[in-house]
């Protein structure tokens, strides 16, 4: 029988709620929702770039903690403020998947609905090679 392991990434916590960042299982690493946390503060950063910023960094630490990378990433979901400039993630994107032929699918959702202060996040699966 296969057994899920919880993933947790050292300065990223979801407050008081038991969650952890993410849970590897099967072969496949799938995140919880991921957003802007300043390590050192475990607070939500000040401003888009920030925000943005050090999502994709505690993203990147949370595929390494679970045993993947960005090239094994499959798919990403982000959830952004009606007002984001999209060009933000457009750079991470880019730069991470550089190869066209080799990119992760990938869905953007706007919405209002974002807790207060926080401009973005996102969720991700990738396989773990397990």
Same mark, same amino acid.
């Given at each position: 029988?296969?057994?899920?392991?919880?993933?947790?990434?050292?300065?990223? /916590?979801? /407050?008081?709620?038991?969650?952890?960042?993410?849970?590897?299982? /099967?072969?496949?690493?799938?995140?919880?929702?991921?957003?802007?946390?300043?390590?050192?503060?475990?607070?939500?950063?000040? /401003?888009?770039?920030?925000?943005?910023? %050090?999502?994709?960094?505690?993203?990147?630490? %949370?595929?390494?903690?679970?045993?993947?990378?960005?090239?094994?990433?499959?798919?990403?979901?982000?959830?952004?403020?009606?007002?984001?400039?999209?060009?933000?993630?457009?750079?991470?994107?880019?730069?991470?998947?550089?190869?066209?032929?080799?990119?992760?699918?990938?869905?953007?959702?706007?919405t209002d609905r974002l807790p207060t202060g926080m401009h973005l996040q996102c969720d991700l699966t990738a396989l773990t090679?397990?």
């Amino acid at each position: 029988m296969m057994k899920r392991k919880s993933i947790y990434v050292e300065g990223f /916590g979801h /407050g008081d709620n038991p969650v952890p960042a993410a849970c590897v299982g /099967g072969g496949l690493l799938i995140s919880g929702t991921l957003f802007g946390m300043d390590p050192q503060t475990q607070k939500l950063a000040q /401003g888009e770039q920030a925000q943005c910023d %050090l999502m994709f960094s505690v993203a990147e630490r %949370l595929l390494e903690a679970g045993g993947a990378s960005w090239d094994s990433v499959l798919k990403m979901n982000f959830f952004v403020a009606p007002d984001f400039p999209r060009a933000m993630i457009n750079a991470h994107w880019l730069r991470l998947f550089s190869d066209p032929s080799s990119r992760p699918a990938r869905h953007v959702v706007t919405t209002d609905r974002l807790p207060t202060g926080m401009h973005l996040q996102c969720d991700l699966t990738a396989l773990t090679g397990e």
